[in-house]
């Protein structure tokens, strides 16, 4: 059985807002801009396409992205912005496709909502497979930190201004490398309590599960506009392409 994770449509409804808030919406033409490189005027799929946030400017240049979604309320949100682009409702733990693409990709640490290795290992199974001979696998993830964390636990205030306060309380479970996070973001009108479950992935962890697919790393940056990833990286952008299968 898979451990997977969901959107509820509580959290759908706050997304807009609060990727706004945390710099994600301005950040999403860069994100299109590196991904059309590897994918102009063909095929794209997104695991876990969300709002479509990232897809939205993708399809704009002329790239057909079709994705994939579990949230019935984020896949909601997706065709309200557009009719350009084919989502399905699945797992990317485990997926199928008789379809071939030049690019699959999987942003804003979307890989690591999935909380085992396990599963992990599976997604990458499935993406190389619905790759072409050529496709590349574009991941973005956080690099993981521990810095003020104490007894395994940490709280901080993530963003404060005039309306909004985000106090964000994790919890690190290190046998399974996971991080539980609350968020409790307090606006004017409300306070509000989100919670998710990851499992980090350090760069050569993620390095080695892609190797076990058949999937071997070709470039690695520390942002979408392609500055170099270096030991203070805070998140990084990986791509991956076919070794054998
Ligand atoms: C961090 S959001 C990213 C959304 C969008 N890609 C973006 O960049 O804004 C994670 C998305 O992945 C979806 N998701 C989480 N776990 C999933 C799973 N196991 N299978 C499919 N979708 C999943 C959520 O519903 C949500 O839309």
């Not at 994600?24 to 059309?36: H, P």
């Not at 939205?56 to 979604?69: A, F, N, Q, T």
């Not at 003020?148 to 963003?159: D, E, H, M, R």
Request: charged share 25%.
């Amino acid at each position: 059985m898979s451990n997977s994770f969901s959107y509820d449509e509580d959290w759908a409804s706050m997304y807009e807002k609060h990727t706004s808030l945390v710099g994600r919406i301005s950040e999403a033409e860069e994100a299109a801009t590196f991904l059309e490189r590897f994918s102009s005027g063909r095929s794209a799929f997104e695991l876990g396409i969300g709002n479509g946030r990232v897809a939205v400017p993708l399809s704009e240049r002329g790239v057909k992205v079709e994705g994939l979604d579990n949230s019935d309320s984020m896949l909601k949100l997706l065709a309200k912005r557009t009719d350009l682009i084919k989502a399905c409702k699945g797992n990317i733990a485990n997926f199928k496709s008789e379809q071939r693409y030049d690019l699959v990709y999987c942003v804003y640490g979307t890989f690591t909502l999935l909380y085992t290795r396990d599963d992990q290992i599976a997604c990458l199974r499935s993406a190389a497979e619905v790759l072409n001979e050529e496709g590349v696998l574009v991941i973005e993830m956080r690099v993981p930190s521990f810095d003020g964390f104490v007894g395994g636990q940490k709280t901080s205030a993530s963003l404060v201004d005039e309306e909004n306060t985000f106090l964000v309380a994790e919890l690190h479970d290190p046998i399974n490398q996971n991080l539980t996070s609350t968020l409790l973001w307090f606006s004017d009108e409300s306070v509000r309590r989100i919670t998710e479950r990851v499992r980090y992935v350090y760069p050569q962890e993620l390095d080695a599960m892609a190797e076990c697919v058949g999937l071997g790393l070709t470039e690695r940056w520390g942002d979408w506009a392609r500055v170099a990833f270096t030991d203070v990286s805070k998140r990084h952008i990986s791509v991956y392409r076919r070794t054998s299968l």
